[in-house]
T-cell receptor, first 110, second 112 residues
Framework: ETGVTQSPTHLIKTRGQQVTLRCSSQ?????VSWYQQALGQGPQFIFQ???????GRGNFPPRFSGLQFPNYSSELNVNALELDDSALYLC?????????FGPGTRLTVT | AQRVTQPEKLLSVFKGAPVELKCNYS??????LFWYVQYSRQRLQLLLR??SRESIKGFTADLNKGETSFHLKKPFAQEEDSAMYYC??????????????FGRGTQLTVWP
């Protein structure tokens, strides 16, 4: 079992609200990526952070933003939530050869 | 543009039968391809990568650049193979900094 953890496990928000999701990387990993997985779809890349700097972004609007902290933990922030933001949000920290995924946060927007 | 296609959303086979999960990709550079698996109530985990040319849990996958395919195969399926399988392509080959492009996944069910 990997050391990537995410919180919270589940979250329900109302349209227009803001949400912060958290991820703790596996020890020693300085790169974290965030993915959105809508129902019935594969994970879609949101962005990646390397040593606290954004290092690549997918096709997501600016209301999706992130942070990486000196201890390499990370946050995903989403402003002005929309119904289509309902999804499983995954973070993955990168080792030498692969990305290790966390269990995900299930976000429901009503 | 990078794209990963898994044409089968669902695949069912009986125990002991061969199984092949299809994956096709489009990528302008030299691809690095992976298969990820997600068992029930577990997190997404790496099954195998094409660079390693290894067999994991009896599964193999060969990269066919001519057909731009990376199909996952197992000669004799087991019930414990039932899971969701995702094919993924990584840009920036050889670097863990590259993003992963995932297919939509294939749900494999192996019947007893």
């Amino acid at each position: 079992e990997t050391g990537v953890t995410q919180s919270p496990t589940h979250l329900i928000k109302t349209r227009g609200q803001q949400v912060t999701l958290r991820c703790s990387s596996q020890s020693g990993h300085n790169t974290v990526s965030w993915y959105q997985q809508a129902l019935g779809q594969g994970p879609q890349f949101i962005f990646q952070y390397y040593r606290e700097e954004e290092n690549g972004r997918g096709n997501f609007p600016p209301r999706f933003s992130g942070l990486q902290f000196p201890n390499y933990s990370s946050e995903l922030n989403v402003n002005a939530l929309e119904l289509d933001d309902s999804a499983l949000y995954l973070c993955a920290s990168s080792g030498v050869n692969e990305q290790y995924f966390g269990p995900g946060t299930r976000l429901t927007v009503t | 543009a990078q794209r990963v296609t898994q044409p089968e959303k669902l695949l069912s086979v009986f125990k002991g039968a061969p199984v092949e999960l299809k994956c096709n990709y489009s990528y302008s550079g030299s691809p690095e391809l992976f298969w990820y698996v997600q068992y029930s109530r577990q997190r997404l985990q790496l099954l195998l990568r094409h660079i390693s040319r290894e067999s994991i849990k009896g599964f193999t996958a060969d990269l066919n650049k001519g057909e731009t395919s990376f199909h996952l195969k197992k000669p004799f399926a087991q019930e414990e193979d039932s899971a969701m399988y995702y094919c993924a392509l990584r840009s920036d080959r050889g670097s863990t900094l590259g993003r992963l492009y995932f297919g939509r996944g294939t749900q494999l069910t192996v019947w007893p």
